[in-house]
């Protein structure tokens, strides 16, 4: 298929299964499947006799499930024997295809096949994972083995925790190749967490459903306990952050969830990590399991404020061997240092769309089977369409400090379910009239540019609607989806009227993977049926909806990761079986649909640009270059749309380059401690008060670390005598506190982190490589780090000893930058560590540089 053919049609294909009995074999049912008409098919079983001369159809069901899903006769067969209902046998001993059994019975095991019933223990997956797949495996499974054996070498302390990161795109396959990791490191014992419920289907399908993972136990909250598990076979346990790690009444662990504190796991999954594990305002934000307005969450406020919670994932009441992060979308991991280019696994969507084009060549080194069909064939491409909306219509929710267009304004509504209306009423049926076609500016009138040459509307062009039967469209908040159902369904939207509205929004709607359940009820068949589905933040995260083709983005979603972890949603593969066993592939395209062309071409600059680990590719227009050659973004600029190049995204979009992983290290929230504990350990101390004002910036925050201290402290207090009783107002004043202390806070951290990165000028100005940097400064070089830094020996060692810096992290920091700066040296033909007795320095400690090497 061509590149820019942005409008592939859909295969036609309606599988059915069916049943049919033949009076010459009372009692017995014949059942097969097909994609073709029913008396063509019974045509081919019976080709000499005259039809119903001895067989009748019994009975037709469609072959796909409500989650796009298709399953064949063999699956219905499996149930069949699993209830002891086996293949009756020829007179050779033979198994033949005809069963003893009655149609209500054949209906029961249709309803089980459709339904997925893990009850029935069938393992039928059997797929290979891909090379990708392996390639995560097999380097996590390295640098798990590397920390392992520098641990028995006392190179590194037993207690020391490793952790990897799979920045991975959605579809990536990350709970398969996780429990692949976990069975090639002979896990015994897996704890899964995450803030996103909605996800334990697939953890859960995965392991009970493959052919790998035969005797694995799946342990859940609504599902087998662990003290019902067989405690000599693997076992994973899938939980919420907010269950195994929230508190009781008084503070405590709760007692139903003693024992996940207590077991000493091999492994600990952090899944859908991008919002930050166990971070305060993340733990709020999933309170209640479930976003209900996504808009609501602003990740760049979230990154500023949240420099002040920064703590060490060991800090958790957890004991683990080591620690997987899984995220389609970690800008915050990246950007904040926590992880190195050898501690991370990256798989973007180019990296996915580049394998596919060239399949079977792979850009890894593990072995495939070059016969094998493409395995990525299914992932859909992306195509994203921008409109400008027409002055007419936007004009009146133009806002903010630049007078743009603002979503959230123009799709902003007042009331709850069939009472829910926009604010704009008049002017957001305007907009459902432009998607259908029916509202084009004069100009193209004017122009005279012919049906043929106006733009794809997603609900007027016939080669999109051929596609978009099922489409999810992100508003603003609850009462944004019930008034856009309430109008979809009034009369003059009568085009409307034919897709099934289903609003996904709201505590009726289900919270977590019971969100899911509605949505694929009304779907019942989706190769028939037509549904819209309303969000405003549920299902956006971890949840595969095959049927999606369509995402339109109708709120501000100013993060990446909020943007593409909601777009990624409709790139789920859709493929059925035909009557030979072949997929056939229901979606080769996918599409986003955006009405705020720079906040759009702004995503894409992102995400192209900040998930790219690799610094030798440090150049935008290359990155978005190839990113947008796998996802075409076409602009309708009011009279015609054309594709958008890379370098009008980076003129539009484009706000400086990121630094390298390394040198974002040293900006790292983690380098210094602001803890309550700390600061009061400081404010004990008028010398050490006094070396803190000697640092830049620091004279004027005297008064205010005392501030943050109380005003932490009586928020705490007030929230633990007022669970649950506090009026509107207390909350708000409660909530001012909070954001006061924790901006005086973060002001103190950004002070110390300024300090900190002079680190590493410090570092190239010393010769004094192989002492550790605590040494240099307070006994061969204090001079030249006073004039550096602007503290004296005596300062900076009373700092240490009050635990400001924290010395794990920065040793860590530092032998990475050494790692770094001897390849470069190496490079240029500098060798500064010829002999192997000599010592490399860290921060507060030295190793030889055989262990040094061993880094590496």
């Not at 990624?568 to 059925?576: G, K, L, M, N």
């Not at 004039?787 to 400001?804: A, C, H, I, Y």
Request: a neutral charge.
């Amino acid at each position: 298929m061509s590149k820019q053919e942005f409008f592939p049609p859909r295969p036609k294909s309606k599988p059915i299964i069916y049943a049919y009995s033949d009076s010459r074999f009372p009692g017995m049912l014949k059942i097969g499947y097909t994609e073709r008409p029913i008396e063509i098919r019974m045509k081919e079983h019976y080709p000499t006799l005259t039809p119903g001369e001895s067989w009748k159809v019994e009975y037709i069901e469609s072959a796909i499930r409500n989650d796009g899903s298709v399953f064949m006769d063999h699956d219905v067969h499996n149930v069949l024997k699993y209830w002891g209902i086996n293949p009756v046998r020829t007179e050779d001993n033979k198994q033949s295809e005809w069963y003893r059994c009655s149609v209500d019975k054949l209906k029961n095991a249709i309803t089980a096949v459709k339904l997925k019933n893990l009850n029935l223990k069938l393992r039928g997956a059997t797929f290979e994972p891909r090379p990708e797949q392996k390639a995560a495996v097999d380097k996590t499974y390295s640098y798990f083995e590397q920390i392992e054996n520098e641990k028995n070498k006392s190179i590194l302390p037993k207690s020391f925790v490793p952790k990897f990161l799979w920045n991975c795109k959605m579809r990536f396959g990350k709970t398969f190749a996780s429990y692949l990791l976990a069975k090639k490191m002979n896990c015994k014992r897996v704890l899964v967490l995450t803030f996103k419920p909605a996800v334990q289907t697939a953890w859960q399908e995965d392991l009970q459903n493959h052919v790998y993972f035969e005797d694995w136990q799946f342990v859940s909250r609504n599902g087998m306990s662990y003290e019902d598990c067989d405690k000599n076979k693997p076992i994973v346990c899938f939980g919420s952050f907010q269950d195994f790690l929230g508190t009781n009444e008084n503070g405590g662990i709760k007692a139903r969830n003693e024992w996940v504190h207590t077991t000493y796991w091999d492994l600990v999954i952090f899944d859908e990590y991008h919002f930050g594990a166990w971070r305060e305002n993340a733990k709020k934000l999933f309170e209640q399991e479930d976003e209900e307005n996504l808009d609501g969450f602003d990740s760049e406020k979230y990154n500023r404020e949240e420099a002040g919670n920064v703590q060490n994932e060991t800090s958790l009441p957890i004991s683990t061997k080591r620690y997987l992060f899984l995220s389609g979308t970690p800008f915050r991991a990246l950007n904040s240092g926590e992880f190195i280019e050898e501690q991370i696994y990256s798989w973007t969507y180019s990296d996915e769309q580049k394998a596919k084009e060239i399949w079977p060549e792979t850009i890894f080194n593990v072995e495939i089977n070059k016969n094998a069909p493409n395995p990525y064939a299914a992932l859909p491409r992306m195509v994203m369409m921008t409109y400008q909306i027409p002055d007419s219509i936007k004009e009146i929710a133009k806002g903010g400090e630049f007078n743009e267009f603002d979503l959230n304004k123009f799709f902003s509504a007042d009331g709850t379910g069939e009472d829910a209306q926009f604010k704009l009423k008049e002017h957001v049926q305007k907009w459902l009239d432009l998607i259908r076609g029916a509202y084009l500016p004069s100009t193209i009138d004017d122009l005279k540019l012919g049906s043929n040459k106006k733009p794809p509307m997603p609900f007027s062009d016939t080669r999109l609607l051929n596609v978009l039967s099922h489409t999810v469209w992100l508003l603003p908040g609850v009462a944004s989806c019930f008034a856009m159902a309430n109008l979809l369904k009034e009369k003059q939207n009568v085009f409307f009227h034919d897709y099934k509205i289903i609003v996904c929004a709201g505590t009726g709607a289900g919270i977590g993977s019971e969100a899911l359940k509605p949505v694929q009820e009304k779907m019942d068949n989706p190769l028939v049926t037509k549904t819209i589905t309303l969000s405003c933040g549920k299902l956006m995260t971890g949840v595969t909806v095959k049927p999606w083709t369509g995402i339109f983005m109708l709120c501000n979603l100013k993060s990446p990761e909020t943007y593409f972890q909601s777009a990624f949603r409709v790139q789920s593969p859709w493929e059925i079986k035909n009557e030979l066993g072949q997929s056939v592939i229901m979606k080769r395209e996918c599409y986003v649909f955006d009405f705020a062309l720079d906040r759009a071409l702004k995503q894409i600059s992102d995400y192209s640009r900040n998930l790219n680990t690799d610094p030798l590719k440090d150049n935008p227009q290359k990155l978005v270059e190839e990113f947008i050659s796998f996802l075409p973004v076409l602009a309708y600029d009011g009279s015609t749309m054309k594709q958008i190049s890379a370098s009008e995204i980076l003129d539009i979009a484009m706000s400086g380059t990121s630094a390298t992983l390394l040198a974002k290290r040293w900006e790292s929230a983690l380098l210094v401690n602001v803890d309550n504990e700390t600061l009061a350990r400081l404010m004990a101390n008028p010398e050490a008060m006094d070396a803190l004002m000697r640092i830049e910036g620091f004279r004027n925050l005297n008064s205010e670390i005392e501030t943050i201290i109380n005003k932490s402290e009586s928020v705490k207090k007030a929230k633990k005598e007022k669970e649950g009783k506090m009026t509107q107002k207390e909350k708000r004043e409660l909530s001012e506190e909070e954001k006061d202390y924790k901006s005086k806070r973060k002001q103190i951290q950004e002070k110390l982190i300024k300090f900190a990165t002079r680190v590493p000028v410090f570092m190239y100005l010393t010769d004094f490589r192989e002492f550790c940097l605590r040494d240099v400064i307070t006994q061969l070089e204090p001079e030249l780090f006073k004039k550096v830094t602007g503290l004296t020996v005596k300062d900076f060692e009373l700092l240490v000893s009050l635990n400001v810096f924290n010395g794990p992290v920065m040793n860590d920091a530092i032998f990475k930058f050494r790692c770094y700066e001897n390849s470069s040296l190496n490079y240029t033909g500098i060798n500064r560590h010829e002999e192997l007795d000599k010592y490399i320095g860290g921060f507060d400690t030295a190793i030889t540089v055989q262990e040094f090497e061993n880094l590496k």
